[in-house]
């Protein structure tokens, strides 16, 4: 038992440890008792079957085996739910509770390798004191400190100069209390809201990853694209590519709608692939936020009913890219600039060199109310900033003294907006036709545009729209076979087709690659390689730029009640022109899996009865069996017995079955004393086996003076007197002996 014990000890603590430290990297806030109790369920499984004799492991492995056959066909029985679908986090920890088992088993064998845990250990909290590593607080550590302090503990036991009682594993088995106790009384201490920073540390360490990635990414810069982004804008005919974990996103606010994280922007299109040209040092960002805002000041407006500031904290996770994401309208970066020289060309943020991995950006942005009726109203009416508005506005986003976009170059941003980013485009008869139908009674150019995002995202979405031809060599080749021949696409192709048509109609727009987001509560998200994303922007003159989504089942809206109004008045989509097909049975985009959690139907799920008996019916037999096999196999080894073996077996049967009728021999009583004490309660007649036991234990007596019919006439009076007694105890005796 003692053994067992030290074993438990040392995979519980390791399995803890190992745990905490996997939700700490993953983003998981909560373990839960859950997820501890699935952790150790299989980690005392294969304890107790490494310490029980060979009836309890074949009982075990028994046990173990019907299950796993019940859960199989519970899975098979509920129409592919399986528990795995609602706590996805299982097969994981199952794999870790297998691994502790193993570490756990070896630690409490093995000096060597606990001496590489203590240093590994170590290691990683130091790292997590540097934020490089994330162990959870609290229990996390306390499980690692005590994994530390029992090693430790164990190598001063072994290499003590011992006398007395030497066995190592009671003394680990009787110290653990102290130890857990202990680290848990340092709990109860309260720590600091705020740990020390280690800047010095941090930013060594921060150098030499950006280091190592720029010299591990010239030696790969090609890479297979994912769906949307890429450091190019070339629209290829598939897309594919690896799912990795790219931002971990934490927001501070309910969000209900989506987030775009701005990369790439481009400004010239070939119709193949898009390039940028658009160098200019003005930064763009940071005039669309101001005069986004100061519109509304112009208009004798309330900033909450047209904008929302968004607060949000991102960390790189396996992004190697020279953009800094940011929402389209980011109007603070906390610390960036000066500690990662991140510079701004044509309103995309570049890094010096490519990003390196571990960084933590904390961004805000301004959220809009898009799809408020109200807003298309505001939207179509004329605005003239004035300097007053101005200044408003850059007192509103909390620009200090002569920092940010002046007044005084406005003008000049407007005009280079207009250059760079429109198109004389001539649209093709066919394509021409679809427009007027599709504008025909627009209310502005704003409406103009909510209707064409719906009726692109009314077409037909795919991952392989095949080769663009080779006779496109322009925007207006590349909408004639666009909308009136492939008829479907990607992200990119609908993004493209957005911005040409926004050109067509004068409006200055670009095309934007980044990651997309849907968030709807304040929380942590992670974002993939699966969630690249490529939109169109349009800029609005005196309103600033906006976004759009036209791509397939990625539209979502955004908006709020506005002036007081107790609902929110979002337009009915305008129908679509009968040019712009449609197919009902469009496959949903493959990368929107990535975007959207999978909605399950509110309910119970079935109870199907086979899924319960057929586990229960093959435990009741397998028990049966057991038994059986089990009896037929003492009995056999009991008739190849000696007359003496069979003797001292049924007196220790006896002597067991003296112990469940709570009289147990007690240490230092001699066998008569034994005999004396309990007589009167169990009856002299049923002890007189004993005479026979004291004289085989301590002179030996030939077969033939051995009373045989005796022991198995007392063996089976006091099986009578427990059953009479405690028949529990009776049951659990004919059952498991």
């Not at 959870?136 to 430790?152: D, E, K, N, R, W």
């Not at 031809?469 to 590349?478: L, M």
Request: net charge negative; with cysteine; aromatic share 14%.
């Amino acid at each position: 038992m003692i053994a067992f014990f030290c074993d438990f000890i040392y995979t519980g603590l390791t399995l803890l440890t190992a745990l905490y430290y996997y939700c700490g990297l993953v983003g998981m806030e909560k373990t839960g008792f859950l997820m501890i109790s699935a952790a150790f369920l299989p980690a005392v499984v294969l304890i107790l079957f490494t310490h029980l004799p060979a009836r309890g492991r074949i009982m075990l492995g028994g046990i173990v085996l019907i299950s796993g056959i019940g859960i199989a066909l519970a899975g098979k029985a509920s129409d592919g739910f399986t528990v795995t679908n609602e706590y996805s986090w299982i097969p994981v920890v199952l794999a870790i509770s297998v691994v502790s088992y193993a570490v756990g088993m070896l630690l409490a064998r093995i000096s060597f390798l606990r001496y590489i845990a203590v240093a590994s250990i170590v290691a990683v909290l130091v790292l997590t004191l540097l934020k490089i590593f994330i162990l959870s607080i609290g229990y996390g550590v306390m499980y690692a400190f005590g994994l530390i302090i029992l090693m430790t503990a164990h190598e001063i036991h072994i290499h003590w100069k011992r006398d007395g009682y030497t066995d190592e594993k009671k003394h680990i088995v009787f110290i653990a209390p102290f130890i857990i106790l202990t680290l848990a009384v340092t709990l109860l201490f309260k720590y600091p809201d705020k740990p020390y920073d280690w800047k010095a540390f941090i930013n060594i360490w921060n150098q030499m990853t950006a280091a190592f990635d720029r010299i591990s990414y010239s030696f790969g810069r090609g890479s297979k694209t994912v769906t949307g982004f890429s450091d190019d804008g070339k629209l290829l005919s598939g897309v594919e590519g690896k799912i990795v974990n790219v931002l971990d996103v934490t927001t501070f606010q309910d969000m209900n709608t989506s987030v775009y994280f701005a990369g790439a922007a481009f400004d010239s299109f070939d119709g193949h692939e898009w390039t940028v040209t658009d160098d200019t040092d003005i930064a763009i960002r940071e005039f669309d936020a101001v005069e986004s805002v100061g519109a509304i000041f112009a208009g004798d407006g309330k900033p909450a009913d047209y904008i929302k500031e968004i607060r949000l904290n991102i960390a790189y996770k396996g992004v190697k890219s020279k953009y800094l994401f940011a929402p389209t309208k980011v109007i603070r970066k906390e610390g960036v600039n000066r500690r990662l020289n991140v510079k701004e060309k044509g309103g995309i943020y570049t890094f010096s060199g490519y990003s390196p991995y571990h960084i933590e950006v904390s961004e805000s942005y301004l959220k809009l109310n898009t799809d408020n009726l109200d807003f298309y109203e505001y939207m179509n009416e004329p605005c003239e900033i004035s300097g007053y508005d101005w200044n408003e506005a850059r007192r509103y986003l909390k620009y200090k003294d002569n920092n940010g976009p002046a007044y005084e170059d406005y003008e000049k941003y407007i005009a280079h907006i207009k250059e760079a980013y429109s198109e004389d485009i001539v649209l093709s008869p066919e394509v021409v036709a679809i427009t007027e139908e599709l504008y025909d009674g627009a209310s502005g150019e704003y409406e103009k545009m909510k209707r064409l995002e719906s009726a692109l995202g009314s077409m037909e979405y795919s991952l392989s729209p095949g080769e663009i031809p080779g006779d496109v060599t322009d925007a207006a080749g590349y909408l004639d076979h666009f909308l009136t021949e492939s008829k479907s696409g990607y992200c990119a192709y609908y993004a493209t087709a957005f911005v040409l048509l926004a050109r067509a109609e004068g409006l200055p727009a670009r095309y934007v690659q980044g990651y997309i987001l849907k968030a709807d509560k304040k929380g942590n998200f992670t974002v993939t390689s699966g969630n690249a994303h490529a939109w169109p922007e349009v800029y609005f003159e005196g309103k600033g730029w906006i976004a759009f989504e036209p791509t397939p089942g990625f539209y979502r809206p955004s908006a709020w009640p506005m002036n007081g109004s107790a609902f929110i008045k979002i337009p009915p989509n305008a129908p679509p022109p009968t040019s712009f097909d449609h197919d009902d049975d469009a496959p949903v985009p493959a990368d929107e899996a990535s975007l959207e959690d999978v909605k399950t139907e509110e309910g119970f799920h079935k109870v199907n009865l086979t899924a319960i008996l057929v586990p229960l019916v093959l435990l009741i037999v397998f028990f049966v069996l057991f038994l059986l096999i089990s009896r037929l196999i003492q009995r056999k080894r009991f008739e190849k017995l000696s007359r003496e073996g069979k003797f001292m077996s049924l007196a220790k049967d006896s002597l067991s079955i003296l112990k469940l009728l709570n009289d147990p021999l007690t240490p230092g009583e001699t066998l008569s004393e034994y005999r004396l004490r309990i007589g009167e309660d169990v009856g002299e007649e049923n002890l007189s086996f004993i005479t026979d036991y004291e004289c085989m234990l301590y002179a030996p007596a030939r077969d033939e003076k051995i009373n045989l019919k005796n022991a198995y006439d007392c063996r089976d009076r006091l099986l009578h007197l427990l059953r009479e007694r405690d028949k529990l105890r009776y049951m659990i005796k004919i059952l498991l002996d």
